[in-house]
């Protein structure tokens, strides 16, 4: 039997590199400790961390005393600093959730109420017409709302990128295209030692589960089947800019019992976003739209916000939640294996407390492993990270001195996002592989054409920066190769071609 | 009553510029006898030479040496069977161009023995 | 300061068909300083990617190819004395400024060897052209992987990377850039296995059809839309749906059809992001700047042309109105420039979808392009009203533009009260 390679020693191994894997490596990394993150994707953020409706959330939605509703409004309140420690983009909208008619004006008291015992701030019970002097565009049966000021809208890509940037630059190490086939134990399984994975195996007496649809996988290997995940796809539609302006607040539908409902927002960056559906599905990965579902989105929306015109409609996708069936987030330190922690079924608002349920897990492992690793502080630690310049945003003095600098600032490669050569190379410098990676990174073809113009000219930048043939350059990693060959290669007799 | 056995009625739609006259022609063998639906003589033409031997202009690229791009456009100089439309890509396909190239170069003299050349359709340094 | 600013008489933004023939225009027309704002690494514009024959038979009285269309005009732009200033890119529009009594267009560029500079025109001509339409407004259902293009994109990567975007693809939407695209695929050793096109005819031109599909034995389905995408990572099919009279899918039609490449030929918008920055008015249905016969916008200084306007058909009408413009923004710019002193509004009727102009003058003749919104077969009559124009068409199709041409001498001759024109197409 070949011998299975070893990758390293660490003190704590993080399975999953969404929003909460990177916020969890970012906080442990305050510590003097040798930190593993390890991703089966090729580029981040991938699932759900990816696609999600990048709302941070008031923390109204969830019954006191559940631990999401505690993790919820504290997240909310840790994102303003963070933003500006780690230099992702947030805007504070605020948010309206939206009632038609008394028995949904009751649902709406109700979560006022809730609201009130979470702790968020910020919360009023307004008028429709009071709704609609702030919201023109909002349907005129809209009877009342919740009003959230807290509520605010984030830059999903650039905050998980933030955060296991910020990680990594403190001394955590990210395996991208790393996917667990296994757990590693040590004396007869009482204690965790590590995970195995397709590049090897990494050793570390501290595994946490962030593995998002696959917790319960992840779990069942350490021998913890008490929980399950129900995969659930929402789907949206993401429009022009120019219909950004539709709306400035978040605005909600009143909640059901399959979720939130649908959600109308101006998102970070002013694009219109609809969406999102909840269907269970048993697939973790299929994260294609259904003519229904988008049917749905759309329908719901125009709810909310009637003169939504389609036909400005830039993309559709779809997301898959990490649905649980405990009714809250499950995130605790197993008895035994010793060692591995759960941090499963982070589903909405699960973005807006991935800072908070990072500081948890920290207690966790003070609390519980102490005698495993020491939470000793990082003294080289630096809570502060740039993010890459955003041209579209420069002033032009800054512009120009940029360009000075470096004259592939002065090249624009993406002309929906102004988005410059310099920008790109700089994402594969800190770690884009794929176009999606790029995308991901500083934006180029999340425009109105949708990298019509720019994907020949970012396929080439990552295949000269990798030092490698355009026509390994793939859209988002395994097989979605972009390119097939070299024009005329059919043609030709084997010897040439 | 010969003729009437011999002769087929053929559609053509005329491609001699974008206008796309609806050509309905009447043919014996290889020979037009009638032509009706076009709008010049471009039309007329077109359907003589569809009826015998349908030729088009063949255009595609060849990879260049030392230039900005790493193919260059090329024509054909005048319209070549259609029939014959593979056989000179596999030809072209062959064929390496070293920069600088002048539009109208000739890279390929008499290609396949159709009797016109391929040449650049474009200057590449 | 970190920027130089330049002043020059007339900038054109833009080295396509339209720009050139525009600078060129400008120069011959008297203007001294003329420059072409272009952002790629040379001017061209789409035509550079656009090898096939079917160019500049109205113009040169031969079929060129794109790149040979356009290597004749720039050489005669240098000639003429055009400068170009290539890999720079216009970021910014200001709205005119208000300067020496007059306007003045004003606005950034971006080039990596100079940075940023500050340019003011005395006229400006908006000849930015047009994009493609992306598959997310379609609203396809499916995954999202690799191996689906518009069709121009996979033209740049075949006619100018020398790349195959993949070896077995489906085309959707009959525009003219994926028939052309259906047979630069085959003839590069892909299979083309089918256009589909929602709509009951064809958008793109006839003979397109004719040498592009059928010369190639590629089937076309018309009232077909591919309504799904499947494959996580290199596409690996479509599924397509046959649609009713009312496009609503057809129950029980639905097929799946293996590839691995879609290309998407469904219409083209022109490119006006800077000429909203500059304020410019737009029309609603061209999606492109209102004009008038000087191809003059709402904006006195700014002048526009080619697909920027309206999309045409032919790189020959494009040209030929690139001229116009800057014959126009050449004679603004040295004050010469007198309109007609009238005011009509060109109005249509319902058969007629776009038109451009839409506001003339009666300051020099003009050619009207308009488009039917839905195919006319059999004969009609296309007329201005108060007998300005008529003429007897043999069809209308959306796929092809139609000509209207009215003497300025005609329009300054209608009574003072008329404000209007009406163009429609009367079917006998």
Request: proline residues 5%; contains cysteine.
């Amino acid at each position: 039997m070949a011998r299975v390679r070893e990758c390293g020693y660490y003190d704590i191994i993080v399975i999953g590199c969404g929003i909460v894997g990177a916020a969890i490596a970012r906080d442990l990394s305050r510590y003097a400790l040798k930190i593993a993150v390890i991703d089966k994707s090729s580029d981040l953020p991938s699932g759900a961390s990816r696609a999600n409706s990048s709302m941070l959330h008031g923390g109204f939605d969830d019954e006191p005393g559940l631990l999401k509703a505690k993790l919820c409004a504290k997240g909310n309140r840790m994102y303003r600093p963070l933003s500006e420690e780690l230099d992702f983009k947030i805007r504070d909208c605020g948010s309206f959730v939206c009632a038609k008619g008394a028995e949904e004006e009751k649902h709406i008291e109700k979560l006022y109420e809730q609201g009130k015992a979470n702790g968020v701030i910020g919360l009023e019970i307004v008028s429709g017409d009071k709704l609609r002097e702030k919201e023109p565009n909002a349907a005129p049966d809209i009877t009342a709302a919740l009003w959230c000021s807290s509520g605010a809208i984030v830059n999903n890509f650039e905050a998980t990128l933030a955060f296991i940037d910020n990680a990594c630059q403190n001394g955590a190490s990210l395996f991208t295209e790393t996917e667990v086939t296994g757990l590693l134990f040590d004396d007869a399984g009482a204690n965790i030692s590590g995970v195995s994975t397709n590049r090897g195996n990494f050793r570390a007496p501290i595994v946490i589960n962030a593995a998002g649809t696959y917790t319960d996988v992840i779990s069942r290997m350490a021998g913890d089947d008490s929980f399950k995940i129900y995969p659930t796809r929402g789907e949206y539609f993401i429009f022009d800019r120019s219909a950004g302006n539709l709306v400035t607040s978040f605005l909600f539908s009143c909640p059901s019992a399959l979720g939130k409902g649908i959600t109308v927002a101006r998102t970070a960056d002013d694009n219109l976003l609809i969406g999102p559906t909840s269907v269970r599905q048993t697939d973790r990965e299929d994260t294609g739209t259904t003519i229904p579902g988008l049917d749905e989105a759309f329908e719901g929306a125009k709810r909310l916000v009637p003169r939504i015109p389609r036909n400005m409609s830039i993309t559709t996708f779809a997301g898959v939640r990490a649905n649980i069936d405990i009714g809250d987030f499950c995130i605790k330190a197993a008895d035994k294996p010793r060692g591995f922690v759960n941090v499963a079924g982070i589903k909405s608002p699960g973005f807006t407390s991935a800072p908070a349920i990072a500081e948890y897990v920290a207690e966790i492992i003070k609390d519980s492993f102490g005698g495993i690793v020491k939470l000793e502080k990082n003294p080289t630690f630096n809570p502060e990270r740039k993010h890459i310049p955003r041209f579209s945003e420069l002033s032009n003095e800054e512009r120009a001195e940029l360009a000075r600098k470096d004259p592939k600032w002065g090249q624009i490669v993406c002309r929906c996002e102004s988005v410059t050569e310099a920008q790109v190379v700089e994402a594969v410098r800190r770690g884009a592989r794929t176009v999606m990676g790029v995308k991901m990174w500083v934006r180029p073809g999340m425009g109105r054409c949708q990298g019509g113009f720019c994907s020949p000219m970012v396929v080439e930048i990552l295949a000269r920066e990798l030092g490698l043939s355009p026509l390994e350059i793939t859209r988002q990693g395994g097989n979605s190769k972009l390119l097939t060959g070299m024009t005329k290669s059919p043609l030709l007799p084997e010897e040439l071609s | 009553m010969a003729d009437a056995i011999n002769t087929e009625t053929k559609k053509f739609l005329c491609v001699s510029c974008p206008v796309g006259c609806a050509l309905t022609v009447s043919v014996q063998g290889t020979k037009v006898i009638k032509a009706e639906g076009n709008t010049c003589k471009l039309g007329l033409k077109y359907a003589e030479n569809e009826a015998a031997n349908p030729l088009r202009t063949f255009t595609s690229t060849v990879r260049v040496d030392g230039a900005s791009l790493p193919v260059c456009p090329v024509r054909s100089r005048t319209p070549l069977p259609l029939a014959k439309m593979f056989d000179v890509t596999r030809e072209v396909a062959k064929l390496h161009a070293v920069a600088p190239v002048k539009m109208g170069q000739v890279l390929i003299n008499d290609v396949c023995g159709t009797g016109t050349d391929i040449v650049a359709s474009r200057s590449l340094g | 300061m970190n920027h130089n600013t330049r002043e020059i008489d007339v900038a054109v933004i833009g080295g396509g068909p339209a720009g050139v023939a525009a600078a060129i225009a400008a120069r011959e027309n008297g203007a001294e300083n003329v420059a072409v704002f272009e952002r790629d690494r040379e001017a061209g514009g789409i035509l550079r990617q656009c090898i096939h024959p079917g160019f500049g038979l109205h113009t040169f009285g031969e079929e060129l190819t794109g790149p040979e269309y356009m290597e004749r005009f720039i050489k005669r732009a240098h000639e003429a004395g055009v400068e170009f200033s290539l890999n720079t890119m216009v970021f910014q529009m200001d709205e005119p400024l208000a300067e020496n009594g007059g306007k003045t267009a004003s606005f950034w560029t971006m080039n990596p060897d100079r940075g940023v500079e500050r340019v003011k025109a005395k006229a400006l001509v908006l000849a930015m052209g047009c994009r493609e339409r992306p598959a997310g407004a379609l609203g396809i259902a499916g995954d999202r992987p690799a191996g689906v293009y518009t069709a121009g994109t996979a033209q740049r990567f075949v006619n100018m990377e020398g790349f195959m975007p993949g070896t077995k693809a489906v085309i959707m939407g009959t525009g003219d850039i994926g028939l052309i695209m259906a047979r630069r695929m085959m003839l590069e050793g892909a299979e083309v296995v089918a256009v589909f096109e929602i709509m009951p005819w064809v958008s793109g031109l006839r003979r397109n059809i004719a040498q592009c599909l059928d010369d190639f034995g590629i089937p076309y389905y018309l009232r077909h839309s591919v309504c799904e995408l499947h494959g996580r990572e290199r596409l690996e099919g479509v599924s397509v749906v046959e649609m009713d009279e009312n496009r609503r899918p057809i129950e029980g039609s639905r097929k799946f059809i293996g590839c691995d490449t879609l290309l998407l030929a469904v219409g083209l918008i022109p490119e006006n992001e800077l000429s909203k920055m500059a304020g410019v008015k737009l029309d609603a249905m061209t999606n492109g700047p209102e004009v008038n016969e000087f191809l003059q916008t709402s904006a006195e200084c700014v002048f526009a042309a080619g697909n920027v306007v309206v999309v045409y058909d032919l790189v020959d009408f494009v040209s030929e109105e690139g001229a116009k413009a800057g014959k126009s923004a050449a004679l603004y710019a040295l004050g010469k420039l007198s309109d007609g002193g009238r005011e009509f509004r060109i109005e249509t009727d319902s058969r007629i979808r776009i038109i451009s102009p839409q506001k003339l003058t009666g300051g020099q003749d003009v050619t009207l392009y308009l488009r039917v919104g839905e195919p006319v077969e059999g004969k009609c009559e296309l007329y201005a009203e108060h007998g300005l124009f008529s003429k007897t068409l043999r069809y209308a199709r959306p796929g092809e533009m139609n000509e209207i041409t009215l003497s300025a001498e005609k329009l300054q001759r209608l009574p003072a009260d008329i404000k209007s024109i009406k163009i429609g197409l009367e079917v006998s």
